[in-house]
């Protein structure tokens, strides 16, 4: 059966050109960055090669560029390391988040709340996971440590504009963290007209390889290191540097620049034609997160009332098609995702949810072949759906 | 019975050795099979055994090689309604239930077949041990696995024409030794895990402990008394007890005590010595006739009236569609209201009904 992958917010293949980038690195020059001889300076070169790279990319400074394992491990360092290291220097113990943020960010939070005294408070989203601007300064306290709030959901697809945020953020001294993971996949990022000073990037989502991702850190910003050992990553991150992946990031990396405009303009319509379809076609149906234009340009996401979303997975995969839900399970227990309830949506609701999204090389073939068959699937899901 | 070359199936995958072998058989025929496992509802003190995560990660495992997409589906509510709720009922009621021929019927049939076809599968299959067979005249026959150890027809009596046509048993006449060969041969490494297990949804050896959370009034203390009416000491609930257990009655005498019977009304539980054990008649309700019709006159064959015991001769007399009144040739010490009466004749399985509380 001819399979057809509309799940590129989980994860995307890797690009040609960006294996071609890697391959010499894990043979030829497989050196060591910090070793003294000129194996270790062959690795040291791309390190610092793929470091300019990424920081031109993002208009920052290449010692303000960690590289991570990926962009949960980014998120952990950056929540963690400026939380600790605001608590160390000042006591301040205060965590400001939205209540839609990624696990990596939500469960890192929640740790620092159960085991190291702090305190955490949600920016209020409205329905389409939009935060509510107008209130962030209330929420500020005096000893708030961290803002995070996500650039882009996963889950929804809605693209929150952080500059103002940041702006005040910064008008206090108060570092500010994003999640740009979803965002910077398609969107250029600059780090200053985005005025934040942490961003996590995981190069998986852009057609670069698993397994490597980066933290911006802006000059400045205290963090404590959450592995320890060697002085590698500006003492931020030991471990050898993974250099075949890390080259293959700044070269995914900057594939997104040179391309992420064409591909933003190829794939806003198709989204658009899948949205525009299903709120027509399929009764009872929603679309999750913010209208077209505040959202991801691959990105669509609903929600259909009385349907078990999970099944409504296995059936269109049965059928050659590979989407993705909020509530799916591997293991047969769907709960409704916390994002969903955290925006209002009832159960019936949440349970149904299904995501499709497409990727810089989804055909419009390809998309009038999935939307021929959903609303017989979706139908035929429902029909034995309580 | 061979489903259409090419035919899309579901199998059942509980991660043992059976449905394991099962799917790989499928699969070597060149259908198009998808693995399933159906997520059941369990107690909230144990995961469901019939589905346990380690059970889970196996059939993955299985599925992964046998390169079959694998998909766990969420069957908890149906699960409670079918089959857990009466349970509780049967209980209460006064009778033992059999929690898996629910199941067999309400979810691994029916649940999981209306889930099948969503899949797009017009066929089951699951890893029992009993073959189905096209009869002269078109209908379809449930047969015993010929070892007696391993036939599973007991469990499969509740079956109908229909559900038997879309089903498919690739195990069928296998033994054991030859399905633990097969699994040698195409290289699944698998333990033995039965392909059910009785009262999966409550912790091990805890259903006492579950009924008297679920409802205590069930598990309430009454006399035990003779067959006489005597009473001889105090029982802490008849849902503990099953005509013709002997431990745990707590009686001296000079003979071993055996429960005889179970007085509802009175929440009595009725003790007497062996030669007092045993009927050699009883009735059967909701019986399910394989071939769809109720014979119309009585007819000779033999009655298993549990899982793994032996197949006694005797007379059935069918009332109506799904009553029978059983003779046997001989006494039975266990014939237990609630349990199944499954009939037989040589090979094939006529069907079955539920033992009830007391003979006309």
Known sequence: MNRIYLDYAATTPVDERVIDAMLPYFKEHFGNPSSVHRFGQEGEKALDDSRRSIAGNLGASPSEIIFTSCGSESDNLAIRGAAFARQENFGYKHLLISPIEHPAVQATVDQLVSLHGFEVSYLPVDQSGLVDQGKFKEYLREDTALVSIMAANNEIGTINNLSDIAGICRGRGIPIHTDAVQYAAHHEVNVDILGVDLISLGAHKFYGPKGVGVLYVRSGTDLLPSQTGGSQEFGLRAATENIPLIVGMAKAFYLVQEEGLARRERLIPLRNQIIDFVLEEIPNSQLTGAEPSKRLPNHTSFVFENLDGNLLIQVLDSEGFACSSGSACKTGDPKPSSVLTSLGYAPEWALGSLRVTLGKDTTRNEVDQFLGILPGAIKRVREVSR | ?360
């Open chain 2, 1 to 360: 019975m061979n489903p259409p070359a090419g035919s899309r199936i579901v199998v059942g995958m509980s991660g043992g050795v059976d449905s394991s072998v099962a799917a790989a058989l499928l699969k070597d025929q060149g259908y198009d099979v998808i693995g399933v496992m159906l997520r059941l509802w369990s107690d909230s003190n144990t995961e469901n055994r019939c589905c346990a995560p380690d059970a889970q990660l196996e059939a993955r495992r299985i599925a992964g090689q046998l390169d079959i997409p694998f998909y766990v589906i969420d069957a908890q509510d149906a699960f409670y309604q079918a089959v857990v709720q009466p349970f509780i009922d049967g209980y209460a009621g006064g009778i033992t239930p059999n929690p898996c021929l629910n199941c067999n019927r309400q979810i691994r049939w029916k649940f999981l077949r209306s889930r099948a076809k969503a899949l797009g599968a017009e066929y089951i299959s699951t890893g029992h041990y009993a073959r189905i067979k096209i009869s002269k005249n078109g209908s379809y026959q449930l047969l015993k696995n010929p070892d007696p150890d391993k036939d599973q027809s007991y469990f499969l009596h509740v079956l109908t024409q229909d559900d038997l046509s879309w089903t498919v048993f690739p195990l069928a006449d296998l033994s054991k030794p030859e399905v633990r060969q097969l699994a040698r041969d195409y290289g699944l490494a698998v333990a033995d895990r039965p392909d059910s297990q009785d009262l999966c949804f409550v912790g091990q050896d805890n259903y006492r402990g579950f009924l008297r959370e679920v409802d205590p009034s069930i598990l309430k203390p009454g006399s035990i008394v003779d067959l006489d009416g005597v009473v001889l000491g105090e029982h802490q609930g008849l849902a503990e007890f099953t005509i013709g257990q002997r431990k745990g009655l707590g009686i001296a005498g000079p003979e071993p005590y055996y429960v005889i019977e179970k007085d509802i009304a009175n929440n009595a539980l009725i003790i007497g010595f062996k030669n007092k054990l045993g009927r050699m008649s009883f009735n059967a309700e909701d019986v399910n006739w394989i071939s769809g019709e109720s014979p119309t006159d009585p007819f000779n064959a033999n009655i298993r009236i549990r899982y793994k015991s032996k197949a006694v001769p005797g007379k059935i007399t069918p009332h109506g569609n799904n009553l029978a009144h059983i003779e046997l040739t001989e006494s039975l010490p266990d014939i237990t209201p609630g349990q199944a009466a499954v009939f037989y004749q040589d090979q094939i399985c006529l069907g079955g009904g539920i033992i009830q509380r007391k003979a006309l």
